[in-house]
Structure formats: C-alpha cells, structure tokens
C-alpha cells in the first residue's frame, strides 16, 4: 500500500481536509495501521493534485492564514476502488528492535532488556487507548451499520496486534533476564570499544 492510497481513503471518508487536517488523522485515527509525517502528506497531496485524484481549493479564515482544502476526484475514487479490488500482499516487517535483537551479543544484555522495557510500555499505553476506543465508540457491535463494522474490525486487528507484542515481551524480557550480562560473554563487545574509545 501507498501512502496516495491512506491519503484517498481519509479524504473520502471526511469532509474536505488540509493537510494539517489530515496529518491530525494519520496520528490519531489512522495511526495503528499507517504512519505519515507532515512532510510526507503534503508531498503526496501535491503529486495526487497533479495526477487529477484529487482538487484543491482555497478557503478564507478571518484572523489567519487562508485554509487549502483537499477533496478527493472521481478519478480518484475510482483510483481507490481499483487498489481495493486487487489483492493484498503482507508488508514486509521492519522494526529497529528486530535488527538491535540480531546483534543483541554485541552489547550488555541489560541495554536489550531495557530497550524492550521501554517499547513495552510504550505498547501497553497504545493497547490501553485502542480498548478506551472501542469502549467508547464500539459499546453495541451488533448495531453497527457497515461501515462501523469495517472500522470495528481495524480496531480489534490493532488491539490484538498489541496484546500480542505484549506477550511477547514479557517472554523476550523474562528469556533474556537469565542470561549472563552479554559484557562477561567471550563474544560480546564493550560498549567501549563500539564507541572507538
């Protein structure tokens, strides 16, 4: 998937945006299954304005700057529902923390364990705001319309998604902490000599 193809499917789904906007639903709304920066968004907006999916149009704000609006095209639609009726390939994972884990030797296990510390926190605080989610705006499933259906079902992929990377770090947490720390390993490196010092 392509970031032209999170950008049409929020715009679709919302009145027309400005890139601000838009930038404000990739970190909140879309954030568990597409991440975007500022920069990326109003690059792609730019290219998807010239290849006609989507149109610009310049709204006035009193007591500050003028607003450029995003709408998405027919063009676009059909843009979209032609991605949508093709098949979808997994992405391919890339995560640090895989890369850091396949060298792991090469420093003081502690360093890991407190890296994974961290990330798990930082999972567990994502898992508790998709469960405040789905309390709030999914209490009665069985009277969802449609749409709300395939919302719903982003929600539990990210929730269960995060209760599994919860799992599995207590698991790497508590496989690591037995270990002998990685400095008094014969293979390991002193964070020393990594620095060149």
Known sequence: MAISHSILASLIDERPCSGYDLAK???HRL????KASHQQIYRELSKLE???????????????????????????KKYLVD?????????????DLLVKLHV??????????????RQ?????HTLELYLKWESKYFND?????????FRYLNLRSGINHERAQLAWFDEAISFLSTEVPAGEHENSIEPE????S
């Open 25 to 27: 639903q990739f970190k």
């Open 31 to 34: 954030g568990f299954f597409w």
């Open 50 to 76: 010239q290849d006609g999916l989507v149109l610009s149009e310049i709204v006035p704000q009193e007591n500050r700057p003028d607003k450029k609006v995003y709408r998405v095209t027919e063009s676009g």
């Open 83 to 95: 991605w949508m009726m093709q098949p979808s390939e997994p992405s391919p994972i890339k995560e």
């Open 104 to 117: 792991g030797h090469m420093v003081p296990v502690g360093v890991i364990i407190e890296e994974l510390t």
């Open 120 to 124: 798990r926190q930082t999972h567990r």
């Open 141 to 149: 499933i069985s009277a969802l319309p449609l749409k709300g259906k």
């Open 193 to 196: 000599a990594l620095s060149g």
